[in-house]
């Protein structure tokens, strides 16, 4: 999966197959050093783009400022 965006309450991610509404999700970005080693999302929407799928998920817990600034930094690194 890759990231799409992301904001406190919940992410979006690209994927290469269509997921469910409410499909329980666990994510554990690989070198990830957040509060907790996995982030839990149900899966709300999901749209075609091109050959993927973009879904939007929501989290089980909002993220705390500190977690979503790890997660900022978190992206920056890996999308280069």
Do not use: M
């Not at 499909?23 to 899966?43: D, F, H, N, R, Y």
């Not at 749209?47 to 500190?66: Q, Y």
């Amino acid at each position: 999966a890759k990231i799409v965006n992301f904001s406190e309450c919940g992410i979006a991610i690209l994927l290469n197959q269509q997921l469910e509404p409410e499909a329980q999700l666990e994510l554990a970005p690989i070198g990830w050093t957040g509060s907790c080693s996995i982030l839990k999302a149900v899966v709300t929407h999901a749209r075609k783009k091109d050959d993927n799928w973009i879904h939007g998920c929501k989290f089980e817990t909002n993220l705390s400022k500190a977690d979503l600034e790890k997660l900022t930094a978190y992206q920056i690194k890996h999308s280069r």
